[in-house]
């Protein structure tokens, strides 16, 4: 497992590009039959992968779990949100079995001692995206379909922004310790998201973009609002978003991205928005 340190936002100002992607961007999450994972400081959030193919794969897979978390297993003071976007899978969860189809949520409670990653076609495996942040307390474990997902319609195709939040692990939809995680989908011929930019002086975020088509990118915009960066990002990667910056962009095409969000509170609308006249 990777760990990322915390940066700050006078330092950040004199990075480099190479050392922006270092700090910020996660590449590579899927590997067959392994568990990819970074620990962030910022907000003790851990970004994973998982792609199974010929195995069922166990989430602490490559993961010394006491040294890394000083507990006995993954979940034993965490939640976890997870999304398949590959093929259909499954996933076992203290011996319940939960079938996910192609941008299905599930959200494991803490205290889940077991889980357990499976695809139905190791030719079209499933790739599980999953967000997990410290937890107090044990809620319920449940599976959210796309289809019983919160949809939230937004933007319009004259600002190049009409999309749609589908919020899965939510206050409207199910209680959580403070994990809340949803799903953008942006309309062909739209390209822009979280516009106006904002930041969360109370949480952090994690964006994850995907069905970003073949030879085109997504220029993530972060930092402080009167002083941005940007990095490039390619299909199925992931970066993380510190409370002092914004996260926001625009793709060369349409695509969709994850979101997840962990800290003080699970106030969607607790936000600092900047005006767009004053971005810098």
Known sequence: M???????QRDFKRYTTEETRKEFLIENLYAANEVVAVYSHVDRMVTLGCMPTTETVPIDKGIDIWH????????????IGIFNIGGAGSITADGVKYELGYKDCLYITQGTKEVLFASEDAAKPAKFYMVSAPAHRAYETKLIKIEDAAKKPLGAMETSNKRVINQFIHPDVLPTCQL???MTVLEPGSVWNTMPAHTHERRMEVYMYFEVPEENVVFHMMGEGRETRHIVMQNEQAVISPSWSIHAGAGT?????IWAMGGENQAFDDMDVIPTTELR
């Open 68 to 79: 890394n978390f000083g507990t006995q297993y993954f979940l034993e003071r965490r939640e």
């Open 2 to 8: 990777e760990i990322r340190y915390s940066s700050n």
């Open 180 to 182: 809340s995680m949803g």
């Open 253 to 257: 095409s349409n695509y969709t991205f």
